[in-house]
């Protein structure tokens, strides 16, 4: 039995048991007068059955690949056992792919296991593969359904009168949301590990120092020993500046427009202009970054070379002009709104004082209202600035791929978010430094990212605070 | 109060207290004021209104007023909540510009000069029509900024040195320089709320206007820093013109020459301070001076 | 005194030009932002509305057994691995006999799509009295032939500038001549997945693993969310460390790189928990922790606009703690969390740098039949398609475009609608 339907089998016994459970207890508290309502005691039985009989399918399910993959590998001839880990790894995708294949095309390559001796042994895995998780399918359904049924059996004999049914099903109702709850803490958990753990492994391959601070990034490490192209270089200064230079040019767009558009709508427009500029403004904050990435590549970097080209100047057709200018316009929604909420925030009084003393309105907002409002503007600036540094898509389909040191706007260069996707899409085993890599430049975005949204959320409370 | 009420229902046994207050119920609620009583207008007036009429949005929070203020000379206006006291005030300097929903109908003259004229620059007149607000508002910035706010916007000071004089004149006219002079560069919002309404005094007075419109600057503070205030006021006469919103009779009749007694949006009654508290012409008035509703 | 004012008044033309200026910086500002977006959405529609057709050409085809390879009675076997495209070029030949050259005769093939040739099988396996007869059909035409019709060929260039050789425009305008080209409306479009072939590529697998995809991200994180919202507004203790940390990572989370949680997803599900590469799952898994802020932060919120007068009320006639909760909180705060819910789906449905992480980036040229089953995304299909050379694939992308941007809007149009309408004042 499948995974889905195996669930709402489980599914329908809960839900027998919930009606059984309501009958029962309805037919109890005839006599004496129960505790609890009886769709209580329905409930009760019904989550007594649901949880227990959907942990078993889900660690059954995460656990029984790995457990049959040991099992496989272990039955191999010897002169596989012998082969360094990285080799038994490429071969137990291989085999496991070919199962796959089998298994979900209905699909033999019969020409292939002839070839070789190699891909006979692995069709012969594949097949034992197929095979030990049928057998892992059918022992998970049986195990999940008789042990639904037992607790059913079970939960439903407890049903009386006395017992304390909502209070227990409170209790399991709370459990439930302090999970549901933690599981913030238990994501960010996971990532620090998940980008801990393979940065150190990382780390292991390449100094810290080396990845810091050195100047050339060529992630091409060769799969075999005796293969040409050396070992690659991972110095991620070449990406950091690359990063810098396109949110630079993004924030130098998106601040100075996305400032102004907010006081305008702010101080200026009449309320027949805000209501429908606001919200037009706010769908360029809705629309995917993959559009973007679509535009800045395919429209804006060939209007920008052509026009550089018509003035002489020799511009890539990867510029991070190109993917800089329309992260910036991606951007001006976050600048305005957050601008807009602090410069409304700003009391009147204060504007009164200004204008009581002959200011201008302009007046009035540069030298009364932006720096009354400048801390939860810089917020806004940071969290902007954060929102590039991570931003993946623009630069991934607009910006290049060559790590160059370079500060020129018109020539290409590369971000980290650009390289963890060419890391981590292309066919490499997943241990190699080239995927280590992308864990130890993820690690490093994580942290900057993370240290500017922290300080970002500081400065916006703070001044919350002053005019609170 | 009602007659029903009353165990005994003969209208000639109630109490004269009883009669009284029906009478200002009555009076209170009666608004034909058809014409202000008292002096309104004066010789040679700084400011002249006449017929202003003001709006917000549909609702009229000022009705048919006509009121001058005579040069160098405090004008009180007095009267219950709501009365549009201040709204006439924020008129006079044309405050009520920046509320959108705001109209405002009428003659108003500063100096002979139609003050709501085409030609005529708000920020101009702002800066010769000064004004002090009920909440101190210095601007997040350091005490002397505050107070070279409106000079450095109007160009006034040539140089540094000019600057840094006209800031401590205006320091201590407003009787606040000798508390600061040393932290005359620490941020203006962490004085005590007397010394931010006097530095408020000291910025308006920076740019050496003509009329100081005061609209209850002592609302929020506390009896000793009124007193202060108070005397300020008073001193500061001597050079401006100086109109002022207030809730306390008490004040009025303490800081000025005449005062003006304004009920739901009419000016009832206009005299020289001491006549209005002592002979009050009109009923209203004189319910309201002698505290039997406000 | 008239000294200053003698000043001032000299001062206010510059100030006023200022002022004006300044104003002036403010409108083009939200000029400019909404002009961008007038220019983003005039280039995507007008690169992507003519792909909402296709061009077909007509051709008779003579289904004759002998050149199909075919015996007198053959089974179905042999009707389905016969060489149909054999059929396909020697008609083509026979109408066009000036085809000479290798290499004009490999271009006459290139008239129609690869797909003709299936088209044509199908149409015998369906029907095996066709054989021996002849018969119309209108085959898919190839990419180059579609986009001249579009008017994408500027036959004015230079012969070696063009996709298409002078013999070939030819060929075509012998075709529109005889009526047998046909502009129609693209239904491959919507009903075909993934192709190499441009004018066979379809959206069905991207929008069916985006489906999928979605499904699993509401079915986690919907109850998730609201279970979260009611504990942290309604249960949590006050000053309590582990709720803060939660409030503190639930804020912090809300602004992580989307690319973060694609490594997440990489490492933890499918590294570590063996979820399926590739699989709607996956991308399910990972895009509900991206949404969990989102729907947590929304759902707050509402359940804090519920008076406490209500919750009051039902706790002095005896209810338990959670059966306010439930029973009273959570029904008026229903319709704010379904907006909350239906914002974050639609930010879920726009999210590529992730999927592209967890493998949904893959070729995959079958629609998925479950959460498990390799797919990918609709915003990673339009990733795939972006980064094809072939110029139809343009197109193709802008109208798949086209058809994401018009579910974002629906859906954020549904939110509004929602907020409009159940909106409360208490």
């Avoid at chain 2, 001058?68 to 009365?83: E, F, H, K, T, Y």
């Avoid at chain 2, 800066?127 to 450095?152: E, H, L, T």
């Avoid at chain 2, 007193?227 to 000025?256: C, D, F, G």
């Amino acid at each position: 039995m499948d995974t889905l339907p195996l669930v709402l089998t489980v599914g329908l016994l809960a839900l027998a048991g919930f009606f059984a459970g309501k009958h029962k207890a309805r037919l109890a508290s005839t006599q004496v007068r129960s505790h609890s309502r009886p769709h209580y005691h329905g409930y009760l039985v019904a989550l007594w059955t649901l949880i227990p009989a959907l942990l078993v399918v889900m660690v059954w399910s995460f656990a029984s690949e790995s457990v049959i993959t040991r099992l496989v590998v272990a039955e191999l001839p010897a002169r596989i056992q012998q082969m360094p880990a990285s080799e038994k790894s490429l071969f137990t995708n291989e085999f496991k792919n070919l199962a796959n294949e089998i298994d979900v095309k209905k699909h033999i390559p019969t020409e292939a296991i002839k070839s070789s001796d190699s891909t006979a042994v692995a069709y012969q895995a594949a097949q034992r593969y197929i095979q030990l998780t049928r057998l892992s399918q059918q022992l998970k359904a049986a195990v999940t359904l008789s042990l639904a049924a037992l607790l059913i059996w079970f939960t439903l004999h407890r049903v009386q009168p006395q017992l304390k049914a909502r209070n227990s099903v409170e209790t399991i109702i709370k459990g439930l949301m302090i999970v549901s709850a933690s599981i913030a803490i238990l994501t960010t958990v996971g990532i620090v590990f998940s980008v801990l753990f393979e940065a150190l492994a990382f780390f292991r391959h390449v100094p810290p120092g080396e990845f810091l601070f050195g100047t050339h990034w060529s992630p091409q490490t060769a799969i075999r020993a005796d293969q040409v192209g050396g070992s690659g270089s991972f110095g991620a200064i070449p990406l950091l500046t690359g990063t810098l230079l396109i949110s630079a040019i993004a924030l130098v767009v998106a601040v100075p427009l996305g400032l102004f558009s907010a006081i305008y709508l702010a101080e200026y427009a009449s309320p027949g202009i805000r209501t429908v500029a606001k919200p037009v403004m706010e769908v360029l904050a809705g629309i995917p970054t993959v559009v973007y990435g679509f535009f800045a590549a395919l429209t804006v970097a060939p209007f920008i070379r052509e026009t550089a080209e018509s003035f002489g100047i020799s511009a890539s057709s990867e510029s991070a002009l190109a993917a800089g200018l329309v992260m910036g316009i991606m951007i001006i929604p976050f600048v305005s709104s957050l601008s807009d909420d602090v410069i409304s925030a700003v009391p009147a009084i204060l504007r009164d004082g200004s204008y009581a003393l002959g200011a201008t309105k302009s007046e009035t907002i540069r030298k009364v209202v932006i720096p009354a409002a400048l801390p939860g503007i810089v917020g806004g600036v940071l969290l902007a600035a954060s929102r590039a540094i991570g931003e993946t898509m623009i630069v991934v389909m607009a910006a290049g791929l060559a790590a160059k040191l370079t500060l020129n706007p018109l020539d290409s260069v590369t971000t980290i978010t650009t390289q963890i996707v060419t890391l981590l899409t292309g066919d490499q085993a997943f241990d190699s430094p080239k995927t280590l890599a992308a864990f130890a430049l993820g690690l490093g975005l994580f942290v900057v990212t993370l240290t500017l949204n922290i300080l970002s959320l500081h400065v916006v409370r703070k001044y919350r605070e002053q005019y609170e | 109060m009602t007659t029903e009420a009353l165990p005994n229902t003969d209208p000639s046994a109630e109490s004269a207290a009883l009669q009284q207050a029906r009478e200002n119920n009555r009076a209170a609620l009666d608004v034909t004021v058809d014409k202000t009583v008292g002096q309104p207008f004066v010789e040679n007036p700084k400011i002249s209104t006449r017929h202003v009429h003001v709006f917000y949005g549909d609702k009229p929070a000022i009705k048919d007023i006509s009121l001058d203020i005579g040069r160098n000379q405090v004008l009180a206006m007095i009267g219950p909540s709501g009365c549009g006291k201040s709204t006439f005030l924020r008129c006079l300097n044309r405050m009520n510009d920046t509320i959108p929903t705001c109209r405002v109908e009428g003659d108003f003259r500063l100096d002979g000069e139609d003050i709501y004229a085409p030609g005529q620059d708000p920020v101009l007149l702002r800066s010769r029509v000064g004004m002090v607000f009920q909440k101190p508002n210095p601007f997040p910035k350091s005490i002397y900024d505050n107070v070279a706010y409106g000079v450095r916007l109007h160009g006034l000071a040539k140089n540094r040195a000019e600057l840094d004089e006209i800031v401590e004149k205006s320091l201590r006219r407003a009787g606040l320089f000798d508390e600061v002079k040393d932290d005359l560069h620490k941020p203006g919002t962490g004085l005590s709320g007397g010394q931010q309404q006097r530095l408020c005094i000291a910025r308006t007075i920076a740019i050496d206007p003509e009329v100081i419109l005061m609209d209850e600057p002592t609302s929020a503070l506390d009896p000793i820093a009124t007193a202060l205030i108070e005397e300020l006021m008073i001193e500061l006469s001597e050079n401006y013109t100086i109109a002022i919103v207030t809730h306390s009779m008490q004040q009025a009749a303490r800081v000025s020459n005449r005062t003006a007694y304004f009920h739901m949006g009419k000016l009832v009654e206009v005299n020289d301070t001491d006549r209005i508290f002592t002979t009050p012409q009109h009923p209203l008035t004189e319910n309201y001076i002698t505290g039997r509703f406000g | 005194m008239k000294n200053h004012q003698e000043k001032i008044r000299n001062s206010l033309k510059k100030r006023h030009a200022r002022e004006r200026r300044f104003r002036l910086y403010g409108l083009l500002s939200v000029s400019v932002s909404i002009l961008f977006l007038l220019l983003l959405l005039t280039d995507i529609v007008s690169k992507g509305l003519p792909a909402f057709t296709e061009t077909r050409i007509k051709l008779d085809i003579t289904l004759d057994p002998q050149q199909l390879g075919l015996g007198d009675h053959p089974d179905r076997d042999a009707l389905f691995h016969a060489n149909y495209s054999r059929l396909i070029t020697e008609t083509l030949k026979k109408m066009f006999p000036d085809a000479k050259t290798r290499k004009q005769r490999r271009d006459l093939k290139q008239l129609v799509s690869k797909s003709a040739a299936y088209d044509l099988r199908d149409a015998v396996l369906a029907n095996p009295s066709l054989l021996g007869t002849t018969q119309s059909f209108w085959f898919l035409a190839k990419d180059d032939v579609d986009q001249y019709m579009k008017g994408r060929i500027d036959r004015t260039l230079p012969e070696s500038q063009r996709r298409l050789k002078d013999y070939q425009l030819a060929w075509i305008d012998r075709l529109l001549a005889e009526n047998r080209l046909e502009k129609r409306f693209n239904k491959t479009f919507f009903t075909a997945s993934d192709s190499r072939e441009p004018e066979q590529a379809g959206i069905r697998g991207a929008f069916v693993g985006s489906v999928l995809t979605l499904l699993v991200t509401l079915a986690l994180s919907f109850p998730i969310g609201v279970l979260a919202a009611i504990y942290l507004e309604e249960f949590a203790p006050q000053n309590n460390r582990w709720v803060d940390l939660i409030e503190v990572n639930i804020n912090n989370l809300a602004a992580v790189p989307s690319i973060v949680f694609g490594l997440l997803g990489l490492a933890v599900f499918i590294g570590f928990f063996g979820v399926p590469r590739s699989a709607p799952l996956a991308g399910g898994l990972v895009l509900t922790l991206m949404t969990l802020p989102t729907i947590i932060i929304t759902s707050r919120a509402v359940i804090k606009a519920v008076p406490q007068s209500i919750r009051e009320a039902a706790l002095a006639l005896g209810a338990s703690k959670t059966q306010v909760a439930f029973g009273h909180v959570l029904p008026l705060a229903l319709p704010g969390i379904l907006t909350g819910t239906i914002i974050g789906m639609a930010q879920a449905l726009g999210e590529t740098a992730p999927l592209l992480l967890i493998g949904m980036v893959a070729f995959v040229a079958d629609v998925p039949h479950g959460i498990f089953d390799p797919s990918t995304a609709l915003p990673v299909q339009i990733f795939l398609w972006a980064d094809s050379p072939e110029r139809a694939f343009v197109e193709r992308t802008s109208a798949a475009i086209i058809v994401l941007l018009t579910f974002l809007i629906a859906m954020n149009g549904l939110a509004v609608f929602m907020r409009k309408k159940y909106e409360k004042k208490w």
